[in-house]
T-cell receptor
Framework: AQTVTQSQPEMSVQEAETVTLSCTYD???????LFWYKQPPSRQMILVIR??????QNATENRFSVNFQKAAKSFSLKISDSQLGDTAMYFC????????????FGTGTRLTVIP | DAGVIQSPRHEVTEMGQEVTLRCKPI?????LFWYRQTMMRGLELLIY????????DSGMPEDRFSAKMPNASFSTLKIQPSEPRDSAVYFC????????????FGPGTRLTVL
């Protein structure tokens, strides 16, 4: 079974500063995908960034980047130059590459960007 | 593209009533997922379909829950009879099986059972 753990229920960051959200996971799979989803107050689930486990290079999307440590089963999200619109719940998620392609979610981190 | 469409956006009902949630996936997608979000359990998979066929329904809480996908453009999640503990946000998501498997989520249905 796959499990995803987010150990930070809540975090805050000053506008324009950098924040890192933690995520660890447990799996026996060799190939898989990892995702970070953002859920603002509108409750819409929005994909922020994804990482293929077979790629050593960390994914980057504008101000968002990840630190993927496969051996440690760690997948943290770094948000640079935080903006007020980044205030949301952030969910880390895991998906197997083959077979069942549903998402396994962590419990989420509530991020507040302070003006 | 209109994205994944869910209806209704909000549903308030009384215990014992039947509730039907609806989902229209993105055209061309062949996988559809129903997730439930609660404070206690977070986001959890209820059931998913590939090519309109239910693949894994192990997350369906009990026999009161049922899901159908009669065609590639429509799915329903039914709760009969509903109970207060079913109160949650229900998300539908769709994807095209492939190298990225990105799932696109609908806006969710907030269900309140009184």
């Amino acid at each position: 079974a796959q499990t995803v753990t987010q150990s930070q229920p809540e975090m805050s960051v000053q506008e324009a500063e950098t924040v890192t959200l933690s995520c660890t996971y447990d799996t026996s799979e060799s190939n898989y995908y990892l995702f970070w989803y953002k859920q603002p107050p509108s409750r819409q689930m929005i994909l922020v960034i994804r990482q293929e486990a077979y790629k050593q290079q960390n994914a980057t999307e504008n101000r968002f980047s990840v630190n993927f440590q496969k051996a440690a089963k760690s997948f943290s999200l770094k948000i640079s130059d935080s903006q007020l619109g980044d205030t949301a719940m952030y969910f880390c998620a895991f998906m197997k590459q083959t077979g069942a392609n549903n998402l396994f979610f962590g419990t989420g981190t509530r991020l507040t960007v302070i003006p | 593209d209109a994205g994944v469409i869910q209806s209704p956006r909000h549903e308030v009902t009384e215990m014992g009533q039947e509730v039907t949630l609806r989902c229209k996936p993105i055209s061309g997608h062949n996988s559809l997922f129903w997730y439930r979000q609660t404070m206690m359990r977070g986001l959890e998979l209820l059931i998913y379909f590939n090519n309109n066929v239910p693949i894994d329904d192990s997350g369906m809480p009990e026999d009161r829950f049922s899901a159908k996908m009669p065609n590639a453009s429509f799915s329903t999640l039914k709760i009969q009879p509903s109970e207060p503990r079913d109160s949650a946000v229900y998300f539908c998501a769709s994807s095209l099986q492939g190298s990225y498997n990105e799932q696109f989520f609908g806006p969710g249905t907030r269900l309140t059972v009184l």
